[in-house]
Structure formats: C-alpha cells, structure tokens
C-alpha cells in the first residue's frame, strides 16, 4: 500500500482532508450553537442560577463530582442531583442541601470527605437552582438511571 | 550536537521530570484517597490533590514539547535558534508562573485564590484541567506566543522541513485551542461544548501533530531512513489523525445538552481515531526494520517504538472500548473513562517526552553515541517497569469501571446500587491500582537513576 502512495499524494490527503474536517467541524458548531438554548433552556438562567454556576466553578466542586457525566469520579453525579436528593421538588432540595452542605465534612471514619465551604443559605439556594436548571437539560436521556 | 543553542533544552527536559516526580507522588496520594478518605483530609483534599496531578501533568508535557522543539528545529532548520536567550527567559517565566501556581493550590482554598486572582474581572477558573487563575493562563499565552514567535523565525530563517512544519502547525493550533479557555458562558451546555475545543483538539488533534513530529526526527536519527519515506508516512498519519479527531470531538457531544446527531457523527468519526495510531506503530517498526544504521543509543529506538504501542492501546483500543454512542451511555464519567485517561496519556505523551530525552539528553551531556550499556541497561529496566505499572493501573481501572457500570448503572433505579456504596464495593480493584501505580514510580526513579551510572569510559566510546 504504502509503496503506492507518494509523498505529493500524502500530502494531497492531509490537507484535502483536514481542511474538509474543519468546514464540517466548523458547520456543526454554527449549528449546535443554535440549537443549544432550546436544549438547555436557557431562558431559565435566572440571575440565581448563574450565581450557582460560579459558585459551582470558584469551589471547584468538578474536582471531585461529575456534572452530566464529566469531571471527576470521585463524588456522585450531580445533573440528577435534583430528582435524586430532592425528589424534583425545589423546596425539598433546598432545605436538603442546606442541611447537607452545613453537615461537612461528615464525621465517618474512612468515609471519603467532602469540605466546609461556609456558603450561606443564599449561596447555597443558588447552588441549587443552578442544579434544578442543569437538571432540565436535554441530555439525551443521561443518566441511565437515578443512581447517576 | 551539531548547533549550541540547542542546549537551551536541558532545562526544560530536566524540568519536565521533575514536574513528573510530582505528578506521580499526587496521584499516588489519590489513590491512596480512593482507599481511605480521610487521607491528608482536610490540609489536601482530593480536589486540590487531583488538581495539583493533572494541572502538573499539562504543564510537564508542555515544557517535554518546548524542549523537543528548541532541540530539534535548529538541526532541522540547519541554523542556530533565533534568540536561546528568549528560550532561556521564557523557561523562567513559565517555571516561575507553575510553581506559584501549584503552590497556590496547595496553601489557600481555591475560592480565596479565584478571589486573590481577581478571577471575577475575567472568570475561566474552576473547570477539569482548565483550573489555572486567570492571570497564569495570560502568562501560559504570552510564554507560549514567544516560544513559537522564535520557534518559526529560526524555521523560517532556515531549511524548511516536513517535520518542522508539522511541529510548527502543532503549536500554532495548540496556542489558537487554548484560546477557548477564555471563554466562559453562563450557559453549562455551552461551557462544555467549547471547553472540548481546548481538551480534545489539544490531546486526540494538534497535540498528535507534535507527536508525530517528534517521532519521525528521532526516528531518522537513530535509524538512517531515508527523508522522503518519513515525510510520507507522517503526512498519512497526521491526515488520519485530523480526519478522525476534528470531528470525533463529537463523541464528547453524546450526553452534555448537544443536539443529537452527535451521536452518529461522534460515534463514526471517532471509530476512525485508532486509525492514526495504528499507522504510528506499522511506522515505527517498519522503519526499525529497514534502518540503514545501527545506532549505539539502542533505548531510544525502544522509546520510540513503545511509544506507538502504548499509545496505540491507550488512546486507540480502549479508546474506542468506549467511544460508540450505546456504550458510552453506560460507561461514561466512570473509571473506564479514567483508565483510558491514564493509559493514553502515558503512551502517547509521557513516552514521546522520555524517547526525546533518551535521544537527546545523552548528545547535550557529550555522550553523542548515546549512554554506555550499563546505563542504557537501567534505563530499560526503567521502561518496563512504568509501562508494566501503567498497564496494571489501566487494567485495574478498566475493572473497576465494569464493575461500577454492572452494580450502579446497568440495574433499573430502585435496584441499582447508590455511588458510594457501589465505591465501597470496588476498593479491593482500588489497592491493586496503587500498588502498580508503586511499580510506575519506582520505574520513573530507575529511569532518573540511570542518569547517573557510570561506565567505564572506553565502553562509551566503542
């Protein structure tokens, strides 16, 4: 096969190629980019939610959780966290994890730890609503189930 | 060495290992933290100590690719570097900027150093990998933007080569990706659509390119072969290579709020992405077969050659175990994805950095026939030992992640074992990934080690 091919060719199909790659690339990404506020409903990013986003980044909870699947693998998912912990009912969630965030680091021997992060309630509503909104998304029916 | 600027790479080689001495003692310490977790809690938990891994390991393969480059474009470009003394400035600044970096990560929250950084002026912090304040990853884009202002004047000034104009395109696209991290949107769906455009088309598209560059240099050196067929098989490999990655970006796209025909396009591009690899070890051993000398510094043919293997098994096979849409659904953000992680990661870019080092260091150190066979000796047993550990740690991952899928993800709700229980289930695959993960450090300081044997000197010179 090798033998074949001349090094004018190969360089013929790597630029050919990539540069056929990044048009596609290059449309798909026009493209998703408009789709994605449906998707997300991104009408719903109220001023709260996007407290909670950079409360979720400025304490680098992905360091230890995953959100739809990405971050670490250390700590549950948290997209679902909503249906999971507070069984998609907003004032259940909130009073959830209020307590829960004040309960840190729990006091299990052995047990992985997670930190005080001395949020107040405002804070940790935020977190909350930004994980109401996150858990809406139309994440092609991701998780396969409510364990995450 | 044929010109003296090309010594400007010492530092950075040298500082790459050391870098990953420490990459190596953190992940240990999260392992040890996947066992007990109370392990250095609360003065290092694990996010900070993860952070400190894989930010460690970003930084240690950019400085390996630095001084790759400084090494190899002069001889390339058949010309003295355009200024060692902005290579020698820049190696400082970025040292500099890293080790306060790490240090920052270490000695305060990481809200206080969002807050000390003034990261609200410019927020880019807190997402995986992209975790830098945003004052360093200003300084990451003017070092890297002087590093390739001087690597293309000395390329432009001199010979033009296959190589170094692949290498060049690398970096060129590497310091455009990294663009993206500055942009962070309110919207998550978003955040994450484009914080791939940073981590993928770095690590599955330019990132080969420099791969691949580095390569085909050590490979002309230490077997003979001919220009022309190099330059072809690198040309085939680096078109394979952003054929299937561009677009495999969209196997990231399956479950993160994308529309879904990611499914199909990420699951069929990204089906083509061992491809590449595969190429890569068909070159390097076929180049190794055909080689027209028979070069004394053995261990860097062997570098070169278990570079394209493992990073063949790491980024290829059990990348693609995972890649299809239908098993992705179950397997993703679970340990399968970390032990493909660990295993491309080390196959393609730590061995691409120790095959460079192994080609290079012992020319800058005066030894221009490679180390004597004692040291030689013990750098191979170097080898074996990490790529032995590292398989392990891949292996024992790969089981722990089948195994968290059959207990927590594959049963209906309701009869699907919660997270942490399902992690307290797995902790027995857990010891078995430390204790290789032992076997790789210990390999790292046989290879360190190996820097310092002593031969007798007329076996140097036979």
Request: glycine share 8%; hydrophobic share 50%.
């Amino acid at each position: 096969m090798k033998e074949r091919i001349t090094k004018n060719m190969a360089r013929n199909i790597y630029f050919g190629g990539s540069i056929f790659a990044i048009l596609l690339f290059a449309g798909l990404t026009v493209d998703t980019v408009q789709k994605v506020p449906e998707l997300s409903n991104s009408k719903n990013i109220t001023r709260s939610v996007a407290r909670g986003k950079e409360l979720w980044e400025v304490n680098n909870c992905v360091g230890c959780h995953t959100i739809m699947g990405e971050g670490a693998y250390y700590a549950p998912e948290l997209a679902n966290s909503f249906n999971r912990l507070g069984a998609s009912n907003e004032h259940t969630f909130k009073a959830y994890l209020n307590g829960w965030m004040e309960a840190q680091p729990l006091d299990t021997p052995d047990r992985r730890k997670m930190p005080q992060f001395n949020l107040t309630k405002e804070e940790v509503d935020n977190l909350a609503d930004f994980l109401i909104w996150t858990s809406n998304i139309d994440d092609n029916e991701w998780p396969p189930n409510i364990e995450g | 060495m044929k010109y003296t600027s090309q010594m400007v790479a010492k530092p950075y080689f040298i500082f790459a290992l050391v870098l990953l001495v420490g990459e190596i003692a953190f992940g240990l310490i999260l392992g040890l933290q996947y066992i007990s977790g109370d392990f250095l809690f609360p003065h290092i938990p694990f996010n900070v100590a993860r952070m400190v891994h894989t930010n460690l390991l970003i930084v240690l393969i950019l400085f390996a690719f630095m001084g790759a480059t400084y090494y190899l474009v002069p001889e390339e470009s058949e010309r003295e570097l355009w200024s060692p003394k902005l290579a020698i400035i820049t190696f400082w600044v970025f040292a500099a900027a890293g080790v306060a970096t790490i240090l920052g990560y270490l000695l305060v929250p990481y809200a206080t150093l969002a807050e000390i950084t003034y990261n609200n002026i410019l927020p880019t912090m807190g997402r995986e990998f992209l975790e830098q304040p945003t004052i360093t990853k200003i300084g990451i884009v003017l070092v890297v933007l002087s590093f390739i202002f001087n690597v293309a004047m000395t390329v432009i000034k001199g010979r033009r080569t296959v190589i170094s104009v692949v290498l060049l395109t690398g970096l060129f696209g590497m310091a455009f990706f990294f663009l993206f991290a500055f942009y962070l949107p309110n919207n998550l769906v978003l955040d994450k659509f484009f914080w791939w455009f940073v981590v993928h088309l770095w690590v599955e598209g330019v990132w080969e390119l420099i791969l691949g560059a580095i390569l085909s240099f050590v490979l002309i050196k230490v077997t003979g072969v001919d220009r022309e067929h190099i330059d072809k098989w690198l040309y085939l490999i680096i078109a394979m290579t952003l054929v299937s990655g561009i677009v495999g970006t969209g196997h990231h796209f399956f479950y993160i709020g994308t529309p879904d025909y990611w499914l199909w396009i990420g699951s069929i591009a990204s089906a083509v992405e061992p491809l590449p690899f595969f190429l890569m070890v068909i070159y390097a051993f076929s180049m190794a077969k055909q080689r027209r000398i028979e070069h004394a510094n053995k261990i860097a043919l062997t570098w070169a050659k278990g570079t394209t293997v493992m990073a063949f098994l790491g980024a290829g096979v059990w990348g693609f175990l995972h890649t299809l849409a239908p098993v992705n659904y179950y397997t993703h953000g679970t340990q399968l994805t970390a032990a493909h992680g660990h295993l491309s990661f080390f196959g393609a870019y730590i061995m691409i950095m120790f095959t460079i080092i192994s080609y290079a260091m012992p020319i800058m150190r005066g030894r221009d026939k490679g180390n004597g066979p004692k040291a030689q000796k013990v750098e191979r047993a170097g080898f074996w030992l990490m790529v032995i550990g590292m398989l392990g740690v891949t292996l024992a991952l790969t089981v722990a992640g089948t195994w968290q899928i059959i207990l927590q993800r594959w049963p209906e709700s309701g009869d699907a074992l919660s997270f942490m229980a399902t992690q307290a289930e797995i902790i027995p695959v857990y010891k078995v990934r430390l204790a290789f993960g032992i076997m790789t450090l210990a390999g790292l300081l046989a290879y360190l080690y190996s820097f310092f044997v002593k031969d007798e000197p007329q076996k140097v010179r036979a």
